[in-house]
C-alpha cells in the first residue's frame, strides 16, 4: 500500500512539474510579444565599439583595452569578433 501511495504522489508532482514549466513557457512568451524580454543592453555603444577596433588592431594590449572601457576580456573577443554595423 505505501509503494503505491508513493508511486501516486510521485506520478502528481512530475504531471505538476510539467504543468509549471508549461505555463512558464506561455508566460515568456506573451512577454516577448509586449517586447518584455528585448535582452541585455550592450555595454559599449557605436562610437565606444569603433575605438576599440581601431585601437585592438593598432596592437594595443587587449586586457589594457578591457580595463579601460570596463568590460571582460571575453566580452572585448565578442566585440572584435562581431563584423563591424554600417
Same mark, same amino acid.
Do not use: C, H
Given at each position: 500500500? /505505501? =509503494?503505491?501511495?508513493?508511486?501516486?504522489?510521485? /506520478? $502528481?508532482?512530475? $504531471?505538476?512539474?510539467?504543468?509549471?514549466?508549461?505555463?512558464?513557457?506561455?508566460?515568456?512568451?506573451?512577454?516577448?510579444?509586449?517586447?518584455?524580454? @528585448?535582452?541585455?543592453?550592450?555595454?559599449? %555603444?557605436? =562610437?565606444? %565599439?569603433?575605438?576599440? @577596433?581601431?585601437?585592438?588592431?593598432?596592437?594595443?594590449?587587449? !586586457? /589594457?583595452? !578591457?580595463?579601460?572601457?570596463?568590460?571582460?576580456?571575453?566580452?572585448? #573577443?565578442? #566585440?572584435?569578433? %562581431?563584423?563591424?554595423?554600417?
Amino acid at each position: 500500500m /505505501a =509503494n503505491l501511495l508513493l508511486s501516486v504522489m510521485g /506520478a $502528481f508532482s512530475e $504531471f505538476e512539474r510539467a504543468l509549471i514549466g508549461e505555463r512558464q513557457r506561455e508566460g515568456i512568451a506573451l512577454a516577448k510579444q509586449r517586447g518584455a524580454y @528585448r535582452g541585455r543592453k550592450k555595454a559599449l %555603444v557605436d =562610437n565606444q %565599439v569603433v575605438e576599440l @577596433r581601431r585601437r585592438a588592431a593598432a596592437g594595443e594590449s587587449k !586586457a /589594457a583595452l !578591457a580595463r579601460e572601457f570596463g568590460i571582460s576580456r571575453e566580452t572585448l #573577443y565578442q #566585440y572584435l569578433k %562581431v563584423a563591424p554595423t554600417a
